[in-house]
Nanobody
Framework: HVQLVESGGGSVQAGGSLRLSCAAS???????LAWFRQAPGKEREGVAS???????RYGDSALGRFTASRDSTTNSLYLQMTNLQPEDTGVYYC?????????????????????WGQGTQVTVS
């Protein structure tokens, strides 16, 4: 059983920064951990992921602005977001799936993840 709890969302002005955290609890096999986001009326989009060894991958929207990191000792996942823009507004979700490596953050790949947190709202104005 996997539990994911996000924190760190909020409201910022364009150009600002936020750091999201995800506390993941699971035992046994390694897991891929990832961040997705969803804006109203839009498809859930992959933002960043980390393999079980911490290797990060990024969606196109995150490149150059967001940094994903993972603390394997606490099973925590982080997303440092800089230069936030209004189009970054949405609910950000932490997601997990079993296995050492994460799938590509391609469109529609949210279905490959088995576990989801409740989400945290990010609003950029």
């Amino acid at each position: 059983h996997v539990q994911l709890v996000e924190s760190g969302g909020g409201s910022v002005q364009a150009g600002g920064s936020l750091r999201l955290s995800c506390a993941a609890s699971y035992t046994g096999d390694p897991h891929c951990l990832a961040w997705f986001r969803q804006a109203p009326g839009k498809e859930r989009e992959g933002v960043a992921s980390t393999d079980s060894d911490g290797h990060p991958r990024y969606g196109d929207s995150a490149l150059g602005r967001f940094t994903a990191s993972r603390d394997s000792t606490t099973n925590s996942l982080y997303l440092q977001m800089t230069n936030l823009q209004p189009e970054d507004t949405g609910v950000y979700y932490c997601a997990a799936r079993g296995g050492m490596y994460c799938p590509e953050l391609s469109r529609g790949n949210a279905v490959l993840f088995d576990y989801w947190g409740q989400g945290t709202q990010v609003t950029v104005s």
